[in-house]
């Protein structure tokens, strides 16, 4: 189901880049790391029809991909928002074609075109979920648990989540961190709705721990190898009776279709980010559905600006596995937004309001905001 009609073309004038650090209500960690604090860059494009806003989710450090604050903070004010901003007058649509010659940065492609949407369906009078076709207007939310202390401390934090709603559990893990953990939330929780994600922690040489895991009954394990191990995910998928989910390898649409074609996934994590941008996003959802893949919404701490977004995009047909779209609160004690998403009934609620269907709270914006730089025409 491609998208129905096309933006607006907006007029731009420049982009408002920020370098926020905002704390986490609790340290997350993953195997490939522990967060305290979110670094993220949030833009701003400036156009004569109005303001859009769009973020930028790399991490400070390049340990999840490649990309990270510092290179996506240059390329942006080098190369990617000056090309954009030589075009003058464009459409939503066309940023992902005018960015194609750069290669990669695919976070910061998909920030700054996020940004243009809204600018251009704000000016438009058009929500964000209306623009993609979502058919929900609200979405089941799941919960990322980072690795704890340990099991006894993880099935404590699961407890809580559960206690609060969350319609899935997602539990981190990684080489000597993953039976056990595993084990302690199934044999506490018994039949929730439950998954684990290795962030590439594993290789072939591994299987038979990950095929352990099969006695849990888990909805998916996530990217157990590496980015670019695609043939051995299809090795690994034939030998697990846990379907097998991509995450870091699904970098865009094509990528989908080879993973999928290979056999190294039976489901599939969206993220906008990742693949470089929402309309990239839109299209692995249509081809999935196509190929009755279920897929699921990824998220990356995003801040209000991120988790609007995010919450549109799930409301698509294809979404049928609840994704990473938690509560403002489950992040953050503070956000950017003036109505951080909240957790009803165990679901987050797709923004109505035009573009974004989300407001700054400017107070907040310039708390956070640690680095700014503007570029104009
Ligand atoms: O709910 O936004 C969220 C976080 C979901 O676990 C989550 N994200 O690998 O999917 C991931 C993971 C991540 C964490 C990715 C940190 C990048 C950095």
Known sequence: MPIASAAASVALEGFELRVLHLPLVAPFT??????????????????????????????????YSSEYTQSAWDVALRWLAPALLDRGRLAPEEVASVLAPF?????VKAGLELAVLDAALRSEGRA??????????????????GIQRDPAALVDAVGGYLDEGYARIKIKIKPGRDIA??????DAFGAITLQVDANSAYTLADVDTLAELDRF??????????????????????RLRTPVCLDESIVSAKAAADALALGAASVINIKAGRVGGYLEAVAIHDLCRDAAIPVWCGGMLETGIGRA????????????????????????????????????DGHVRVPTGHGLGIEI?????????????????
């Not at 290669?103 to 976070?107: A, D, L, S, T």
């Not at 998916?220 to 051995?232: A, G, R």
């Open 103 to 107: 290669v990669g940065h695919r976070m």
């Open 217 to 238: 009954d888990l909805l998916l394990i996530e990217q157990p190898l590496q980015e670019d191990d695609l043939v051995d995910h299809a090795t690994l998928a034939r």
């Open 30 to 63: 993953t195997s490939f790391g522990t967060e305290t604090v979110r670094e993220v860059i949030v833009v701003r494009a400036l156009t004569s029809d109005g303001d859009g806003w769009g973020e930028i989710v790399t991490m400070a450090a390049p340990l």
């Open 181 to 186: 953990d595993t084990a302690a939330v199934r």
């Open 361 to 377: 709270d400017p107070v907040a914006l310039e708390d956070f905001t640690v680095v700014r730089e503007t570029l104009t025409r």
């Open 309 to 344: 977004a995010n919450a549109a995009l799930a409301a698509l047909p294809g979404f049928t596995l609840p994704g990473d779209v938690s509560a403002s609160s489950r992040f953050y004690t503070r956000d950017i937004v003036t109505e951080p998403a909240v957790l009803e």
């Open 128 to 145: 964000l979920g209306e623009y993609f076709g979502a058919v929900r207007d609200r979405v089941p939310s799941g919960v990322s648990v």
